[in-house]
């Protein structure tokens, strides 16, 4: 046998486009997606895509009987590998009972303020065994690799202390070593103050104490920072990103969840690889950031588990681009799937089909500064989604179910 994988057979081969970010200029707003209507194949060699066509064409080039996988499509939709950009879901212990508490009418900011939230997740993980971490994350990825993610950012940030911040990102590689889906760590020292401490002094400490451990320990590429109202104010979020660049990271930042403070202002002027949910900013702020080339993210789970305002979708359309979209998983969003993600995109911010695609692909890897991933095109690599379906358009409009039938990871079958 040769050593390449060939699916063909494919109706819809949803290819792409590249993540044009800053550099290139927006997509047109109309063709975000390039759809082949029938027949199209897709072969790969070495983990990359070598050839995308016509199936009949290819299938001459590359027989099915001599590859070393194939895989007939009958008919139905290939997308890119999503790109999960955003997550929390290295944790441990179960919040359920402040999703009910949310439901009473209890705000995400007062179950923060008297302790719980992030802070009782805190407590859960120092006492958990790092062990249980690596497997409790290994669990996850594989839903998340059966609902067709082959790429996630995960972020630490239930330690707040150097000793718990380093376990956590230890634990981030160990799930990631050996597992399908590709794992890209982030430090969030900063994502709440811990109990007993002040913002400055504990911002300190993670200027001091916790970057440079991090550094040492070489596993984090990204720093992000909670600049929010009750947590980092825009100096402090400035002081801790600026350390983490001084540290070899690359800036993100979650900003404008529930107050507009000021934390796009300061992504575009670092730079920032991605500012996350940008609930409640203004057109002017999502301006600035696409100006700035800073990819936005939205995460709709989390729009949708706080009460279901969304983010404004005109200023991209003005731009004639989309937001890179997240699931945000974490004990406050308990959504893995990246298709519940993009139906949420769509009813609940309006986005097309195609728009929500591009949102979970190409631009979601460029918010983790991986433009070659989310495409389907020769020398990406070769992490393809087959859906059980007649439509890409299945992957949103499939509320409950999994529209992902198989999924390859460069190139080898995995689901
Ligand atoms: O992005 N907002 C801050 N961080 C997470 C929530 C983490 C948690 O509540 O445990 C987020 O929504
Ligand atoms: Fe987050």
């Known amino acids: 046998n040769a050593n390449y994988t060939i699916v063909h057979g494919i109706g819809e081969l949803v290819t792409g486009p590249a993540d044009r970010g800053g550099e290139r200029g927006p997509e047109p707003p109309d063709e975000p997606v390039l759809v082949r209507e029938e027949g199209a194949a897709v072969v790969a060699s070495g983990g990359k895509v070598v050839a995308t066509g016509p199936s009949d064409e290819l299938v001459r080039e590359y027989p099915p009987e001599n590859a070393a996988t194939a895989i007939y499509a009958e008919g139905n939709p290939v997308l890119p590998g999503f790109v999960d950009p955003h997550t929390h879901a290295v944790f441990a212990g179960d919040r359920s009972d402040e999703f009910e508490a949310k439901l009473r009418g209890k705000s995400y900011q007062e179950i923060l303020a008297e302790g719980g939230g992030i802070l009782r997740t805190v407590r859960a993980v120092r006492e958990a065994e790092e062990d249980d971490l690596v497997a409790s994350l290994r669990e996850h990825l594989d839903v998340m690799l059966a609902h067709g993610t082959t790429t996630v950012e995960v972020k630490s940030g239930y330690g707040l202390e150097s000793e718990t911040e380093l376990e956590l990102l230890s634990a981030i590689e160990r799930a990631g070593a050996g597992h399908p889906v590709d794992v890209v760590p982030t430090f969030m020292g900063a994502h709440a103050v811990p109990e007993g401490s002040e913002a400055d002094a504990y911002v300190e400490r993670v200027v001091e104490d916790q970057l440079p451990a991090v550094e ?200």
């Open 216 to 415: 040492k320990q070489g596993i984090a590429e990204f720093c992000d920072v909670f600049c929010e109202e009750g947590a980092f104010s825009v100096e402090q979020s400035r002081r801790v990103l600026e350390a983490g660049i001084d540290h070899g990271l690359t800036p993100k930042i979650h900003a404008d969840e529930f107050a507009t403070i000021g934390g796009t202002d300061l992504a575009a002027d670092l730079g920032a690889a991605s500012a996350d949910h940008l609930l409640q900013s203004e057109s002017s702020d999502v301006e600035r950031l696409l100006s700035a080339g800073v990819t936005p993210v939205v995460l709709p789970g989390t729009a949708f588990g706080l009460g279901g305002e969304y983010p404004d979708l005109e200023p991209y359309r003005r731009r004639g681009t989309v937001p890179a979209v997240g699931t945000d998983f974490n004990p406050n969003c308990y959504a893995r799937s990246m298709g519940f993600s993009a139906t949420l995109a769509c009813v609940g911010m309006g986005m097309t089909p195609a728009e929500a695609v591009v949102g979970i692909t190409s631009r979601a890897a460029g918010a983790i500064d991986r433009p070659e991933r989310g495409i389907i095109e020769p020398g990406a690599p070769a992490d393809l989604v087959v859906l059980g379906a007649p439509s890409y358009r299945h992957l949103a409009y499939d509320y409950d179910g999994n529209a992902v039938d198989r999924v390859l990871k460069g190139g080898k079958l995995v689901v």
